[in-house]
């Protein structure tokens, strides 16, 4: 009797820790995905947050392009600077 208390015992034992083993493995991909989940809309948002930032410089580098041209143009002088590439969404002239 005693042999079978302890087989039952052992058995429980390994059971036992296959099931906690399994649960913490569980939780460890659950938290894993979370983080990334996380990562992801952090990295969404500084991404639009980049863009937007580039889109405001380029703008920003036109417009002064425009307001020297048009200042040369108002005293009459010769402006050969090239133009910066048009920022995406200017309106067409």
């Given at each position: 009797m005693c042999l079978?208390?302890?087989l039952v015992f052992m058995i429980v034992v390994i059971v036992g820790t296959f099931?906690?083993?399994g649960e913490i493995?569980?939780?460890l991909t659950s938290l894993i995905e979370k983080t990334r989940a996380e990562g992801k809309a952090e990295g969404i948002a500084e991404g639009k947050e980049q863009g937007r930032a580039e889109t405001?410089?380029?703008f920003r580098q036109y417009f002064a392009w425009e307001k020297r041209q048009a200042e040369a143009a108002a005293?009459?002088?010769p402006f050969d600077e090239p133009p910066p590439p048009k920022p995406e969404g200017y309106p067409e002239e």
């Open positions: 079978l208390s302890a099931e906690l083993i493995m569980i939780r405001i410089a380029e005293i009459n002088q």
